[in-house]
Nanobody
Framework: QVQLVESGGGLVQPGGSLRLSCAAS????????MGWYRRAPGNERDLVAT???????NYADSVKGRFTISRDYAKNTVYLQMNSLNPEDTAVYYC???????????????WGQGTQVTVSS
């Protein structure tokens, strides 16, 4: 089994920054991709950013130029650096990863428990 544990959420003023972390642990053979999603009150869970093979990145238009996703292979950890935050970024942020537990077979889809980010003055 695999666990994703997020940290780094909290309350920040508009224009401020936060850095989210998500560490994967457990039965890991290889990590295919990792990413961040968010769910604002009353909304669906939406893509924020993904990173594939530690190089190819993809961002939602609303966060391009403000958020940066990165990955530490040695620590099986993905980060989301969030700058110039605004109230519309308020949401629960979820870590997602596709991970293979063994060489053969498809990867499994895992989610973290979510971390609250609130942008307010």
């Amino acid at each position: 089994q695999v666990q994703l544990v997020e940290s780094g959420g909290g309350l920040v003023q508009p224009g401020g920054s936060l850095r989210l972390s998500c560490a994967a642990s457990g039965s890991i053979f290889s990590i295919i991709d990792m990413g961040w999603y968010r769910r604002a009150p009353g909304n669906e869970r939406d893509l924020v950013a993904t990173i594939i093979n530690g190089e190819s990145t993809n961002y939602a238009d609303s966060v391009k130029g403000r958020f940066t996703i990165s990955r530490d292979y040695a620590k099986n950890t993905v980060y989301l650096q969030m700058n110039s935050l605004n109230p519309e970024d308020t949401a629960v942020y979820y870590c997602n990863a596709h991970i293979k537990g063994r060489m053969w077979g498809p990867p499994n889809d895992y989610w973290g428990q979510g971390t609250q980010v609130t942008v307010s003055s």
